[in-house]
């Protein structure tokens, strides 16, 4: 069932009441109780007797999702068989590995604790949380017993879908059921916080690690390098190099990818190339991260002769160019009304056989040079289609930024619902472009929607999401509710005195450094500290 949001649908049709009969037609409403899903609830019960005669949970999932997968459901085989199979077809074609659970499961049969946990982490992958949620539950009520293996794998869809609180919950639910947390569990948490932004939380699961004897791998000081980088702490980037070096961690490809671009978001471009030189010195292999922040960070002060140079040697390499990156540096050419030079990249890119990406960035190339022919999201998709290119989430969320950095809110809304419609749950990297769009067309209420129905949704906002609304607000001259924003991003859930009576509303911020309101007559944060 999908989700629909009162509040959100009030406030945007109020703001249509003001708006153009285009701005009415705009399907923002839509998005609401028709593309986003309803929150996943995971239920701290105890796992009830088995019972032979207990409805299973997914043979009735899988009769309705895929009838095709029951066509040989009649011909007998062992179990051991179905067990493989439902494994093996996992990664690859989950509908016939669904499908197979099904079978096994109408002949009497359970598949093994190794299957259901390649299926939790395939369904969680794809974007299908719900489904991995039923069959953790199934496990709880039928057995065998859920281990580390089967909650990591659907706490990692969870916060691959940045649903953080419901997160919090499954924990909660593996401590209840005497499941103890690993690396691996640790491991995604750290990600997931690092990329969110929560420094705090994120200090916390290093805690924990440290307490419970776990030392960090290379992924986790990579994940470390990424905190430092998104809180302003670059110079300590350098610090845990030394750090690695001393306790026999070698630097791979993240890390250096990591330390570069953390030395380019701050300015420090002559560090990061210092740094890569010393990478390629060591006989460390660019990956395309490594490329995309050398790029994106001379594109950002403007060096475009070095960023189109490394661009170069990026292909040289043999490696694909990122769709984010291309439309970075089409954006800084198209700024320039260098659309001759676009046209010479994307000829240069197919002259060196870059055919399998190829339709998306002929389609970037043409939103962003406004020659006219993709100005529709469905033409898009249908001439991915017509190439035979591979839609997954990656792809759509591309589409819609481009779109979104132009202001072409219908368009972006139309390739949200192209997705839904491919089965993809919208995730936050879609609504933050939306966000984006609605922002950048001067429709600051939408904008504002959205970024509710994200809290409302189950998701957790991520620094994106509050610098994209905070832009937006800029962009409005609604410079009051922009700094009421800039703190709900960097404070969360503070508990003040209850001023209500005053006519004052406390923000719910956490541990800040002082107690701030918002007067609720005249909107202005205030500063009452001692």
Same mark, same amino acid.
């Given at each position: 069932?999908?989700?629909?949001?009162?509040?959100?649908?009030?406030?945007?049709?109020?703001?249509?009441?003001?708006?153009?009969?285009?701005?009415?037609?705009?399907?923002?409403?839509?998005?609401?109780?028709?593309?986003?899903?309803?929150?996943?609830?995971?239920?701290?019960?105890?796992?009830?007797?088995?019972?032979?005669?207990?409805?299973?949970?997914?043979?009735?999932?899988?009769?309705?999702?895929?009838?095709?997968?029951?066509?040989?459901?009649?011909?007998?085989?062992?179990?051991?068989?179905?067990?493989?199979?439902?494994?093996?077809?996992?990664?690859?074609?989950?509908? !016939?590995?669904?499908?197979?659970?099904?079978?096994?499961?109408?002949?009497?049969?359970?598949?093994?604790?190794?299957?259901?946990?390649?299926?939790?982490?395939?369904?969680?992958?794809?974007?299908?949380?719900?489904?991995?949620?039923?069959?953790?539950?199934?496990?709880?009520?039928?057995?065998?017993?859920?281990?580390?293996?089967?909650?990591?794998?659907?706490?990692?869809?969870?916060?691959?879908?940045?649903?953080?609180?419901?997160?919090?919950?499954?924990?909660?639910?593996?401590?209840?059921?005497?499941?103890?947390?690993?690396?691996?569990?640790?491991?995604?948490?750290?990600?997931?916080?690092?990329?969110?932004?929560?420094?705090?939380?994120?200090?916390?699961?290093?805690?924990?690690?440290?307490?419970?004897?776990?030392?960090?791998?290379?992924?986790?000081?990579?994940?470390?390098?990424?905190?430092?980088?998104?809180?302003?702490?670059?110079?300590?980037?350098?610090?845990?190099?030394?750090?690695?070096?001393?306790?026999?961690?070698?630097?791979?490809?993240?890390?250096?990818?990591?330390?570069?671009?953390?030395?380019?978001?701050?300015?420090?471009?002559?560090?990061?190339?210092?740094?890569?030189?010393?990478?390629?010195?060591?006989?460390?292999?660019?990956?395309?991260?490594?490329?995309?922040?050398?790029?994106?960070?001379?594109?950002?002060?403007?060096?475009?002769?070095?960023?189109?140079?490394?661009?170069?040697?990026?292909?040289?390499?043999?490696?694909?160019?990122?769709?984010?990156?291309?439309?970075?540096?089409?954006?800084?050419?198209?700024?320039?009304?260098?659309?001759?030079?676009?046209?010479?990249?994307?000829?240069?890119?197919?002259?060196?056989?870059?055919?399998?990406?190829?339709?998306?960035?002929?389609?970037?190339?043409?939103?962003?040079?406004?020659?006219?022919?993709?100005?529709?999201?469905?033409?898009?998709?249908?001439?991915?289609?017509?190439?035979?290119?591979?839609?997954?989430?990656?792809?759509?969320?591309?589409?819609?930024?481009?779109?979104?950095?132009?202001?072409?809110?219908?368009?972006?809304?139309?390739?949200?619902?192209?997705?839904?419609?491919?089965?993809?749950?919208?995730?936050?990297?879609?609504?933050?472009?939306?966000?984006?769009?609605?922002?950048?067309?001067?429709?600051?209420?939408?904008?504002?929607?959205?970024?509710?129905?994200?809290?409302?949704?189950?998701?957790?906002?991520?620094?994106?999401?509050?610098?994209?609304?905070?832009?937006?607000?800029?962009?409005?001259?609604?410079?009051?509710?922009?700094?009421?924003?800039?703190?709900?991003?960097?404070?969360?859930?503070?508990?003040?005195?209850?001023?209500?009576?005053?006519?004052?509303?406390?923000?719910?911020?956490?541990?800040?450094?002082?107690?701030?309101?918002?007067?609720?007559?005249?909107?202005?944060?205030?500063?009452? !500290?001692?």
């Amino acid at each position: 069932m999908l989700f629909t949001s009162p509040k959100l649908i009030q406030v945007l049709t109020s703001h249509g009441q003001s708006t153009t009969a285009s701005s009415i037609s705009m399907d923002a409403c839509s998005l609401v109780h028709r593309h986003l899903p309803r929150p996943l609830q995971l239920p701290l019960l105890a796992p009830p007797t088995p019972s032979r005669h207990r409805p299973r949970v997914t043979s009735a999932l899988v009769c309705c999702c895929c009838p095709a997968a029951a066509a040989d459901h009649h011909q007998e085989r062992p179990w051991e068989w179905y067990d493989r199979a439902i494994q093996s077809h996992a990664g690859s074609d989950l509908a !016939r590995s669904l499908g197979l659970l099904a079978d096994m499961q109408a002949s009497g049969g359970r598949p093994s604790g190794s299957a259901y946990a390649r299926l939790i982490r395939a369904l969680s992958r794809a974007g299908r949380a719900l489904e991995a949620e039923a069959l953790l539950l199934e496990m709880r009520r039928l057995g065998p017993r859920p281990e580390a293996a089967h909650y990591n794998a659907l706490l990692e869809g969870l916060l691959a879908a940045a649903h953080l609180r419901l997160a919090d919950l499954l924990l909660l639910q593996m401590a209840d059921d005497g499941v103890a947390r690993n690396r691996r569990t640790y491991t995604l948490l750290l990600g997931a916080y690092a990329r969110a932004g929560r420094l705090e939380d994120s200090w916390w699961v290093l805690g924990e690690m440290r307490r419970w004897g776990i030392r960090l791998d290379t992924a986790g000081y990579s994940m470390l390098v990424r905190l430092y980088r998104d809180n302003g702490m670059w110079k300590k980037a350098t610090d845990l190099v030394m750090e690695m070096q001393e306790v026999g961690v070698e630097l791979d490809v993240k890390i250096y990818s990591g330390l570069i671009d953390t030395f380019g978001k701050y300015g420090q471009l002559a560090d990061a190339r210092r740094m890569f030189d010393k990478m390629r010195a060591e006989g460390v292999r660019p990956d395309i991260s490594t490329w995309n922040a050398l790029i994106q960070w001379h594109c950002r002060v403007g060096n475009m002769k070095r960023a189109l140079r490394f661009f170069t040697s990026m292909q040289e390499e043999g490696m694909y160019p990122d769709p984010k990156i291309f439309v970075m540096i089409i954006s800084r050419l198209g700024e320039q009304g260098k659309w001759d030079e676009i046209k010479k990249l994307f000829d240069g890119m197919n002259n060196r056989g870059f055919k399998e990406s190829g339709a998306v960035y002929a389609i970037l190339v043409d939103i962003y040079g406004q020659y006219g022919h993709f100005r529709d999201a469905q033409d898009c998709i249908a001439a991915l289609r017509a190439e035979n290119t591979q839609l997954l989430p990656r792809v759509f969320c591309v589409i819609a930024n481009a779109y979104a950095q132009q202001g072409l809110c219908e368009q972006t809304v139309n390739v949200l619902q192209l997705m839904e419609e491919e089965g993809f749950e919208p995730n936050l990297v879609m609504l933050n472009s939306l966000i984006n769009a609605f922002g950048t067309a001067g429709r600051h209420l939408e904008a504002l929607a959205v970024f509710q129905h994200i809290k409302d949704s189950g998701m957790s906002p991520d620094v994106v999401t509050y610098t994209t609304l905070m832009k937006t607000f800029m962009r409005a001259k609604k410079f009051e509710k922009m700094i009421m924003y800039w703190f709900s991003s960097r404070l969360k859930h503070y508990a003040c005195e209850d001023l209500d009576g005053y006519g004052i509303k406390p923000i719910t911020l956490s541990k800040a450094p002082e107690c701030l309101y918002v007067d609720q007559k005249s909107e202005k944060v205030q500063d009452n !500290r001692v």
